[in-house]
Structure formats: structure tokens, C-alpha cells
């Protein structure tokens, strides 16, 4: 849980919150398990398949939760299930991509990598590419045979994306990398400041690809030759979320709390600011923006960033949510599977997985050092900083971002990788 940050009678406009990050960002691979769900829900013939961190891929009825089968891994599952024909795909964190039938809960066959597996399969053309924390990028056929794989300069947390012929990659290295679906062949890369991980595919846009970095920006890219569009400041904390599009604005949510509607200029229209890390995708229906933070709203905005209404849990949200029909379906850090009437805005049903335990993760932010900057005044300096320590997140100070980046350099791509 995340409280907004106050100053009683102290203004924000006489304090700048510096941000220092001091280490990779890994708070995905220190994850405890337990029953919470990061996974997000899909729908096919009536059934719900997500996953959760105890470990289980789970199917149940869409119109009344009722459990249809559950199937156990070796750790926790924080990728998503991805469904071709009557497969199920899923990565585990141990270290297995599987392969589950729809209807019966049995195992077709599994492929072992040499790490955690965070990314969420793409399945295109009979071919299923993931990735894994032993820095490879991976492609199987239909049986789970290695087709090829492509070694990163670090590991991977990263949910690839397929289009024309071409594999979208990013890497803890900081680079983005784009590969020949085919051969698994380099084709270019693109240097960022910081790490780039995501759970969801990355947005591909009339030419370009859009994606985040925890050098705290949001790029634009070529996406053939590589070269750099533009980029949009992300507050300071980083960025992790995958940014979606709808009535042809980007929706991008940040680590800072705030969801960004941006043109496709790279402009800022308008901001929400929630009190929790909005590090999931925004999904756009009717008009209606759907976004999950981990301040355990699930919100819903209208076009002009006005909300319209929330719907809270128990715990943090950072499962992508699934609409269908009046219905929309996420899953909770409070170990439950919601169906929400969109209409009625109550819940009809909820799904509680193999344990009410939740699974543990570090802080937020651990990766990152404050400082509050207060610049001389009459004001008692021992009641700002009591009133400072009283704070978790800074919701009110993220809005004062700096634009400046050492990381302001032309795109930097080879035609091989250094890393084979």
C-alpha cells in the first residue's frame, strides 16, 4: 500500500526530491512465493486461463469462477498464458516454457532454459519465442524443439513481439534489440540508459516501435533502420510499463504513479496521477481507459483523463485486465481473480487461488536513493523532514521531473551481435 504524499503546510514548490538510482533494477527476480496473481487473464471458449505465484496455471468458468483444472509448476508463474489452437503457453520461474492442453489441464511437453522465465510467449506462424533471465531469446516449433536462440548482452525480462518478420527484444543491457524472426540473426539494436523489461508486447505503430526504459524515458524507434523518433520524460523512477494506443493517443503508465496520454509526436495531453507504481498497460474500450496500479485500484478514465470510477481490492493490481462483452477480469496481489460488471461497476464473482498467503517482493524503489533538496528558508528544517519520513511514495513531487538525460546519444546498432 501506497499513501500520497503531504507537506500540511509546507508547499512541494520549495523542495526538489532528487533521485539517484544505485543498482540494477532486480526486484522481479526476488519474488517469495505465494498466491498473489501478477499474470494476466485470457478468454477462450468460456474459459479463463491465468496464472499465479504458487506455482499453478489455472482454468476457470468465465460466468462463475468455478475452478475447471489447475496445473502445477516447479515455482512461481508471473508470465502470462498465451493460447494457440487448443494449447496453453506459459514460462515458470523454474525455468521451464510449457506447453499445457486447453482442455484437460495436461502437460504436452516443456522446454528447459537456464533461467527464470518472466516473459510472456509470443505465438506466431506455428513458432513460439520467449525469453529467459539466462539473457536468450528463444524460438521453439509447435512440439518444443529449439529452432534458434539469441544471446543478450544480460539477462532477460522481456516479453518479445513479432511483427514482419521481425522479433522485438529488450534486455536488462539496456539495449533493444531487433531480430529476424527466421534466423534469430541481429538485424539492429538501439542503446537506452538503463534496463528494459516488460510483460506485455510493445506497441508497433505506423513504422514505429514504442517501449520504456529505466533511464526514465519513453522511445519511439524506427522500425527498420533503428534510429530514434523521439522520446517522452517519465518522471524518475524508472519506466517498465508497455504503452497501448487508443482514439490516436499512447497511453503510457509510469513507476512514478502517473498514466501519461501522449501523441504520437511525443506530447503530453494529459496525466492521472494514482499513489501506487501504474506499471502495467492501459487498455482502451469505448472510449474508456482501464489501468491497473499497485495502490489497488483498478481505475477507469474517459477520454480526457477525467475518472470515471475505481474498483479496489484487497492488494496491489498489476495484472493486465481482460474485458469481454460487460465484463472485465484481472487478478490481485490479495490472491483473488475478479469479474467486474462494467455496468453495475460490482463484482460478480471472485476466484481464490491455492493459498490466501501472499507472495512477497522488495519495495519498490529499493533500487533507487531520495534526497530532499530543501533550499534555505525561515521554515524549522527538523518539521520538513519529520514531515518527509511520515511519506511512502511522493505522488505530488513526481510531476516535477527534469528532462536532461546523459543519455542523449544516437541510436547505437550493429549488424552482429558481440554477444554470441
Known amino acids: 500500500m501506497f499513501e500520497e504524499f503531504t507537506f500540511d503546510d509546507f508547499s512541494t514548490e520549495i523542495m526538489d526530491l532528487q533521485v539517484t538510482k544505485k543498482k540494477k533494477f532486480d526486484r522481479m527476480w526476488k519474488l517469495r512465493p505465494g498466491g498473489s496473481i501478477f499474470s494476466s487473464p485470457v478468454l477462450k471458449d468460456g474459459m479463463i486461463f491465468f496464472a499465479a505465484m504458487d506455482g499453478y496455471l489455472y482454468a476457470v468458468n468465465a460466468l462463475n469462477g468455478k475452478e475447471i483444472w489447475?496445473?502445477?509448476?516447479?515455482?512461481?508463474?508471473?508470465?502470462?498464458?498465451?493460447?494457440?489452437?487448443?494449447?496453453?503457453?506459459?514460462?515458470?520461474?523454474?525455468?521451464?516454457?510449457?506447453?499445457?492442453?486447453?482442455?484437460?489441464?495436461?502437460?504436452?511437453?516443456?522446454?528447459?532454459?537456464?533461467?527464470?522465465?518472466?516473459?510472456?510467449?509470443?505465438?506466431?506462424?506455428?513458432?513460439?519465442?520467449?525469453?529467459?533471465?539466462?539473457?536468450?531469446?528463444?524460438?521453439?516449433?509447435?512440439?518444443?524443439?529449439?529452432?534458434?536462440?539469441?544471446?543478450?548482452?544480460?539477462?532477460i525480462a522481456c516479453s518479445p513481439t513479432v511483427y514482419k518478420g521481425k522479433v522485438f527484444i529488450g534486455s536488462l543491457d539496456g539495449y533493444f534489440y531487433c531480430i529476424a524472426s527466421?534466423?534469430?540473426?541481429?538485424?539492429?539494436?538501439?542503446?537506452?540508459?538503463?534496463?528494459?523489461?516488460?510483460?506485455?508486447?510493445?506497441?508497433?505503430h505506423k513504422g514505429a516501435v514504442y517501449f520504456s526504459s529505466f533511464d526514465c524515458f519513453l522511445y519511439s524507434v524506427d522500425i527498420d533502420s533503428g534510429r530514434e523518433i523521439w522520446r517522452f520524460p517519465l518522471a524518475k523512477y524508472g519506466g517498465s510499463a508497455v504503452p497501448t494506443t487508443g482514439n490516436n493517443v499512447i497511453y503510457c503508465g509510469s513507476r512514478d504513479g502517473i498514466l501519461y496520454a501522449i501523441d504520437?509526436?511525443?506530447?503530453?495531453?494529459?496525466?492521472?496521477?494514482t499513489h501506487g507504481v501504474a506499471a502495467q498497460s492501459a487498455f482502451v474500450n469505448n472510449d474508456k481507459i482501464y489501468f491497473p496500479s499497485e495502490?489497488?485500484?483498478?481505475?477507469?478514465?474517459d477520454s480526457d483523463g477525467k475518472e470515471l470510477w475505481r474498483f479496489k481490492t484487497d492488494g496491489d493490481i498489476n495484472s493486465y485486465p481482460l474485458i469481454e462483452g460487460s465484463m472485465i477480469y484481472f487478478g490481485s496481489w490479495d490472491c483473488h481473480l475478479y469479474?467486474?460488471?462494467?455496468?453495475?461497476?460490482?463484482?460478480?464473482?471472485?476466484?481464490?487461488?491455492?493459498?490466501?498467503?501472499?507472495?512477497?517482493?522488495?519495495?519498490?524503489?529499493?533500487?533507487?536513493?531520495?534526497?530532499?533538496?530543501?533550499?534555505?528558508?525561515d521554515i524549522d528544517s527538523s518539521e520538513v523532514k519529520n514531515a518527509y519520513r511520515t511519506?511512502?511514495?511522493?505522488?505530488?513531487?513526481?510531476?516535477?521531473?527534469?528532462?536532461?538525460?546523459p543519455y542523449k546519444t544516437k541510436s547505437e546498432y550493429k549488424r552482429k551481435s558481440e554477444y554470441r
Open 70 to 155: 489447475r496445473f502445477k509448476t516447479g515455482k512461481t508463474i508471473v508470465s502470462s498464458p498465451v493460447i494457440s489452437g487448443y494449447n496453453v503457453y506459459i514460462g515458470s520461474y523454474d525455468e521451464n516454457l510449457y506447453a499445457v492442453d486447453a482442455n484437460s489441464g495436461k502437460e504436452i511437453w516443456r522446454f528447459k532454459t537456464g533461467g527464470e522465465i518472466f516473459s510472456t510467449p509470443f505465438v506466431e506462424n506455428g513458432r513460439i519465442y520467449f525469453c529467459s533471465r539466462d539473457s536468450y531469446a528463444y524460438c521453439l516449433d509447435e512440439k518444443g524443439s529449439e529452432i534458434w536462440r539469441f544471446k543478450s548482452g544480460s539477462e
Open 182 to 204: 527466421d534466423t534469430g540473426k541481429e538485424i539492429w539494436r538501439f542503446k537506452t540508459g538503463g534496463e528494459i523489461l516488460n510483460i506485455n508486447p510493445f506497441l508497433i
Open 264 to 273: 504520437f509526436r511525443g506530447k503530453e495531453i494529459w496525466r492521472f496521477q
Open 295 to 301: 495502490d489497488s485500484n483498478l481505475y477507469v478514465l
Open 339 to 377: 469479474a467486474v460488471d462494467i455496468k453495475t461497476r460490482k463484482e460478480v464473482w471472485r476466484f481464490t487461488t491455492s493459498t490466501t498467503d501472499r507472495a512477497w517482493r522488495p519495495p519498490p524503489h529499493e533500487c533507487f536513493e531520495t534526497e530532499l533538496k530543501i533550499p534555505k528558508t
Open 391 to 405: 511519506s511512502t511514495f511522493g505522488a505530488e513531487l513526481f510531476g516535477q521531473y527534469k528532462s536532461d538525460s
